[in-house]
C-alpha cells in the first residue's frame, strides 16, 4: 500500500528533474531534448573527459535545431542555446545525480551485468518516487530491473538517433510496471514532443525487431554480391522512399551496435536465420570501422558526415 501511494504521488506533472546516465549519442541525444523543453538535467559519465565530449556534441547539436528554430534571428537562437545548456549539469558520481531525480534514463553499453550494477546502486541512492528507465536497444527491460525494488516503478524508454530529430519514443511496460508510471513515461514523452507508441518488452520492440534484420539482410545481398552497396541503398531511397539506404543507415547506427544486437538475439533464437551476425560487419568491427561515428564503415566519412567514397 506504501509503494503503490508513493509511486502515484509520482504524478504526471511532477518529473522536471532527470537524470541521464550516459552521455554516448543517444544519451547526450536524450539530456538535450529534455533539457531544450525546460527540464533540469543531470547527466552522468564515468569522467570529465567523457563528460566535455558529450557536451560539445550536444552544442552542436543545439546550433543545429536553433538555426532550424530561429532562422535569421542570431540573439534567439544564441539565447536558446545558452538556456538549454545552462540546464544541463554534468556529474561523474551517478549515486550523487540521482539523489533529486525523478526520472532516471540509463543510456550505458547494451552489457545487463554492467546495467545490473549500476541500477542497484541508484536503486539504494534514489527516492522511493524516482522513476527508472533503460533506452536499452535490445535487452529485456524485465531483465534489467530485476535487481531492484523497484519494478512497478521501472520501464523502457527508447530513443531513435538522431534524438533531437526523430519524432518517436517506444514507451515499454513490463508486466510488473505500474499505471501510474506508464502513464508518467507516456506523459513525460508527449512533453518532451515526441509521438509515442507503446510496446510490449519483446527483443527489440516495433522498430530494431524489423529493423536490424532488415539491414542484416541488406548486408547479406551485398556479401552475396547481388548488388553494390551504393546500388542497394540507391534503391532502397528511391524505390521505398527511405531517407538513408540500409548501408549507409547500418554505419549511422553503428557496426559495434548493430553486431552486438544480432549477436545477443542469434545467442538467445539460434533458429531464427534473420538474427544471423554478417561476417563483413564483423570485420568491419574487429577492424574499428564502426561507420559515421569513426570514419568509415561501408563508407568512409569525410568530418564524420557524409560519405564520400564507396
Ligand atoms: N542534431 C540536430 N539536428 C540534426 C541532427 C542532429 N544530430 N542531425 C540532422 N539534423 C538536422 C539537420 O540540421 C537538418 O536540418 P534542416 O532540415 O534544417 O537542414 C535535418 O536534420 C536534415 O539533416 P541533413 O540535411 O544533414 O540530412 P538528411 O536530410 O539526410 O537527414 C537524418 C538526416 C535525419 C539522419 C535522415 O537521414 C534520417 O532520418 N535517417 C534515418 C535515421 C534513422 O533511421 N534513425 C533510426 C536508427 S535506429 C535507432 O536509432 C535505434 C537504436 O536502438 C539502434
Known sequence: IIKRSLSTS?????????????????????????????LNVTLVEVNADLLKKAEERIADSLGRVAKKQYKDDKSAAAKFVDETRSRIKGNTNPEDAVKDSDLVVEAIVEKLEVKHDLFKKLDKAAPEKTIFASNTSSLSIGDIASVTNRKDRFGGLHFFNPVPVMKLLEVIRTSETSQDTYTAMMEWGKSIGKVCITCKDTPGFVVNRLLVPY????????????????????????????????????????????????????????????????????????????????????????????????
Open 10 to 38: 509520482t504524478s504526471r506533472n511532477a518529473i522536471s528533474n532527470i537524470t541521464v546516465i550516459g552521455g554516448g549519442l543517444m544519451g547526450s541525444g536524450i539530456a538535450q531534448v529534455a533539457a531544450a523543453t525546460g
Open 215 to 310: 539491414l542484416a539482410e541488406a548486408i547479406r545481398m551485398m556479401e552475396r554480391g547481388d548488388a553494390s552497396a551504393r546500388d542497394i541503398d540507391t534503391a532502397m531511397k528511391l524505390g521505398a522512399g527511405h531517407p538513408m539506404g540500409p548501408l549507409e543507415l547500418a554505419d549511422y547506427v553503428g557496426h559495434d551496435t548493430n553486431l552486438h544486437i544480432l549477436e545477443g538475439w542469434h545467442k538467445k533464437f539460434p533458429d531464427n536465420p534473420l538474427f544471423v551476425p554478417c561476417e563483413s560487419e564483423r570485420k568491419l568491427v574487429q577492424e574499428g570501422k564502426l561507420g559515421v561515428k569513426t570514419g568509415e564503415g561501408y563508407y568512409k566519412y569525410n568530418n564524420l558526415k557524409y560519405w564520400v567514397e564507396n
